[in-house]
């Protein structure tokens, strides 16, 4: 028992090391002082700040764009192509397999700089459209991967059943198989979302004038000084993944709760 | 008349009709994933043109560039860093995931929410509380100035040790949750019979625990040192001019010198370098989706 004593007490070590910088930030966005890291009393200036920034406005708006329309894309496609991955009749199935997984392997620097030089060549202007384009690309592995092991553990008797009574291959998917996939659909989803919203680096490289996002926003703050509003933004986004966090473990919950 | 039973026959044996729902992913994929890829590797053989743009002549001095000192070094470094960030994730994470691997299956279910939490938090965010909390008038300093502990506060910031700090920080989550999965489905018969034949606290670990946990280990190691490898955001922010990585001489090739044929030969061989070691791992007996179910 003295064994477990001493890895609690590491786990509690790791613990405090992966949140302790989350609470710093968020604390310090109330302090008082606008240089110092002493604590000179408690304010709200700073989010009321933030609340009146019409360019941090116009990031959010272009993030949520991106982050909806790109998801939109990913899990459209990705959805297919987990289903269509899984019909038997496909040959050479891990080399394709392998091949779709590929952008979740690059480093996201040469993802994102191969995407500028295409878009370059082909001579589309980079905006929020090139943006979009470049998460979708990335975020269809992510929902094809969440689907594709819900897939692996549905029973193929049910699609069976369905064609057996009668159904076409689309009856078969629209009333059995997309039904049993909506929780991992949901789960993907939220992931595709959240990766779309937090992406710094393709952004960065794909994104033009007046595309800047959220994460482009808060870069061009942290690289002109370090200021409480970055903090009070910071706490923002903390709360916020955490919504997400309590979100996609309620959708758990669900499914597991499904007969 | 056909009866419905050969119709549906017909339907599932056509294989336009079972290859349909890729096709779209694999066009998709195709113009906004490989062809970028190719170019890449295309423009790495061209020659700079005289404002900055490619000049399709055809060059392999681009490949020799890379072997300048200069330039080894910035992947040695990388290298380095990213090498340090995996053991030392490796370190903190095995007696994590062991733990939580031995808790009642409520508590696992919390711990992994609570790991969860920070990797979904904006990575740019958890960057900038460390330069927060690592600056010279940070909160560190602050702190161990008014304990006495130092006269004159300590410049962590813009370090290598800053640099590995960060990397530890934003992918210590990607070295647990595999490494949890592993230990959680780790037959505990075994090691209570290596208990019963006198295994000493050390042999059990080396001999059963590791073994058996191999390749969430392995999988934990490769989601770790395959981001940190070709990291960008956390030498930028944490490091300085000295702590280059090869993520930064990158986007510093393209986007501040404008050589696009070197910037690419150098994304070339850092594309290589990753994808050298997912084969590795593959080719060492471990299916592929093992590795991707162990995410």
Same mark, same amino acid.
């Given at each position: +028992?003295?064994?477990?004593?001493?890895?609690?007490?590491?786990? +509690?070590?790791?613990?405090?090391?992966?949140?302790?910088?989350?609470?710093?930030l968020?604390?310090?966005?109330?302090?008082?002082?606008?240089?110092?890291?002493?604590?000179?009393?408690?304010?709200?200036?700073w989010?009321?700040?933030?609340?009146?920034?019409?360019s941090?406005?116009?990031?959010?708006?272009? #993030?949520?764009?991106?982050?909806?329309? #790109?998801?939109?894309?990913?899990?459209?496609?990705?959805?297919?192509?987990?289903?269509?991955?899984?019909?038997?009749?496909?040959?050479?199935?891990?080399?394709?397999?392998?091949?779709m997984?590929?952008?979740?392997?690059?480093?996201?620097?040469?993802?994102?700089?191969?995407? +500028?030089?295409?878009?370059?060549?082909?001579?589309?202007?980079?905006?929020?459209?090139?943006?979009?384009?470049?998460?979708?690309?990335?975020?269809?592995?992510?929902?094809?991967?969440?689907?594709?092991a819900?897939?692996?553990?549905?029973?193929?008797?049910?699609?069976?059943?369905?064609?057996?009574?009668?159904?076409?291959?689309?009856?078969?998917?629209?009333?059995?198989?997309?039904?049993?996939?909506?929780?991992?659909?949901?789960?993907?989803?939220?992931?595709?979302?959240?990766? #779309?919203?937090?992406?710094?680096?393709?952004?960065?490289?794909?994104?033009?004038p007046?595309?800047?996002?959220?994460?482009?926003?808060?870069?061009?703050?942290?690289?002109?000084?370090?200021?409480?509003?970055?903090?009070?933004?910071?706490?923002?986004?903390?709360?916020?993944? +955490?919504a997400?966090?309590?979100?996609?473990?309620?959708?758990?919950?669900?499914?597991?709760?499904?007969? | 008349?056909?009866?419905?039973?050969?119709?549906?026959r017909?339907?599932?044996?056509?294989?336009?009709?079972?290859?349909?729902?890729?096709?779209?992913?694999?066009?998709?994929?195709?113009?906004?994933?490989?062809?970028?890829?190719?170019?890449?590797?295309?423009i790495?053989? *061209?020659?700079?043109?005289?404002y900055?743009?490619?000049?399709?002549?055809?060059?392999?001095?681009?490949?020799?560039?890379i072997?300048?000192?200069?330039?080894?070094?910035?992947?040695?470094?990388?290298?380095?860093? *990213?090498?340090?960030?995996?053991?030392?994730?490796?370190?903190?994470?095995?007696?994590? *995931?062991?733990?939580?691997?031995?808790?009642a299956?409520?508590?696992q279910?919390?711990?992994?929410?609570?790991?969860?939490?920070?990797?979904?938090?904006?990575?740019?965010?958890?960057?900038?509380a460390?330069?927060?909390?690592?600056?010279?008038?940070?909160?560190?300093?602050?702190?161990?100035?008014?304990?006495?502990?130092?006269?004159?506060?300590?410049?962590?910031?813009?370090?290598?040790?800053?640099?590995?700090?960060?990397?530890?920080?934003?992918?210590?989550?990607?070295?647990?949750?595999?490494?949890?999965?592993?230990?959680?489905?780790?037959?505990?018969?075994?090691?209570?019979?290596?208990?019963?034949?006198?295994?000493?606290?050390?042999?059990?670990?080396?001999r $059963?625990?590791?073994?058996?946990?191999?390749?969430?280990?392995?999988?934990?190691?490769?989601? $770790?040192?395959?981001?940190?490898?070709?990291?960008?955001?956390t030498?930028?922010?944490?490091?300085?001019?000295?702590t280059?990585?090869?993520?930064?001489?990158?986007?510093?090739?393209?986007?501040?010198?404008?050589?696009?044929?070197?910037g690419?030969?150098?994304?070339?061989?850092?594309?290589?370098?990753?994808l050298?070691? $997912?084969?590795?791992?593959?080719?060492?007996g471990?299916?592929?989706?093992?590795w991707?179910?162990?995410?």
């Amino acid at each position: +028992m003295r064994r477990l004593g001493v890895l609690a007490a590491l786990s +509690m070590g790791n613990l405090a090391f992966l949140y302790v910088p989350i609470v710093v930030l968020v604390v310090f966005s109330f302090n008082a002082s606008r240089l110092s890291a002493a604590w000179t009393g408690f304010t709200t200036d700073w989010y009321l700040q933030l609340a009146t920034d019409a360019s941090l406005r116009a990031a959010v708006k272009n #993030s949520l764009i991106v982050a909806v329309v #790109s998801t939109a894309i990913a899990a459209a496609l990705g959805v297919a192509a987990a289903v269509g991955l899984d019909h038997p009749a496909v040959r050479r199935r891990r080399l394709i397999e392998g091949a779709m997984l590929l952008p979740l392997l690059v480093p996201e620097v040469t993802l994102g700089v191969a995407l +500028m030089l295409f878009f370059v060549t082909i001579r589309v202007p980079l905006s929020l459209v090139t943006v979009t384009l470049g998460h979708a690309a990335f975020n269809l592995p992510v929902v094809m991967v969440i689907v594709q092991a819900r897939l692996r553990k549905m029973d193929p008797g049910l699609v069976e059943a369905a064609y057996d009574l009668g159904a076409s291959p689309w009856q078969a998917f629209r009333r059995v198989t997309l039904p049993l996939l909506a929780p991992a659909i949901a789960g993907g989803v939220l992931m595709a979302f959240t990766i #779309s919203l937090d992406d710094f680096i393709v952004t960065f490289f794909t994104g033009g004038p007046g595309s800047t996002t959220l994460p482009l926003k808060v870069y061009s703050m942290i690289k002109s000084g370090l200021s409480p509003e970055i903090n009070a933004l910071s706490a923002v986004l903390v709360v916020l993944s +955490m919504a997400l966090v309590a979100l996609a473990a309620m959708l758990q919950r669900d499914k597991t709760r499904r007969p | 008349m056909t009866s419905p039973i050969s119709l549906i026959r017909k339907d599932r044996s056509d294989p336009w009709r079972s290859h349909w729902p890729l096709i779209p992913a694999v066009v998709w994929l195709t113009a906004f994933f490989f062809v970028p890829l190719l170019l890449i590797l295309a423009i790495s053989f *061209a020659s700079r043109g005289l404002y900055g743009g490619v000049e399709w002549r055809f060059s392999a001095e681009n490949y020799a560039m890379i072997v300048d000192p200069l330039y080894l070094w910035i992947y040695l470094r990388s290298f380095l860093l *990213a090498a340090a960030t995996t053991m030392v994730c490796l370190l903190f994470g095995f007696p994590l *995931a062991y733990y939580m691997a031995r808790l009642a299956p409520r508590w696992q279910g919390v711990w992994i929410l609570l790991i969860i939490i920070p990797f979904w938090t904006n990575f740019l965010v958890r960057t900038y509380a460390w330069m927060f909390i690592l600056r010279g008038e940070g909160l560190l300093n602050s702190v161990l100035l008014a304990m006495g502990a130092i006269d004159a506060p300590l410049d962590i910031l813009y370090t290598n040790t800053a640099v590995l700090i960060g990397l530890v920080y934003g992918y210590l989550p990607f070295m647990v949750l595999p490494l949890y999965a592993a230990i959680a489905r780790l037959d505990r018969s075994l090691v209570e019979a290596a208990w019963d034949l006198y295994a000493g606290r050390w042999s059990v670990f080396r001999r $059963v625990i590791v073994p058996l946990t191999k390749p969430g280990v392995i999988a934990g190691c490769l989601l $770790v040192f395959i981001p940190a490898m070709g990291a960008f955001i956390t030498p930028d922010l944490l490091g300085g001019a000295r702590t280059m990585m090869v993520g930064n001489l990158v986007q510093h090739e393209y986007l501040v010198i404008r050589d696009w044929p070197f910037g690419s030969a150098i994304s070339f061989v850092l594309i290589a370098t990753v994808l050298i070691g $997912v084969t590795a791992y593959l080719s060492s007996g471990h299916r592929f989706d093992e590795w991707e179910r162990s995410r």
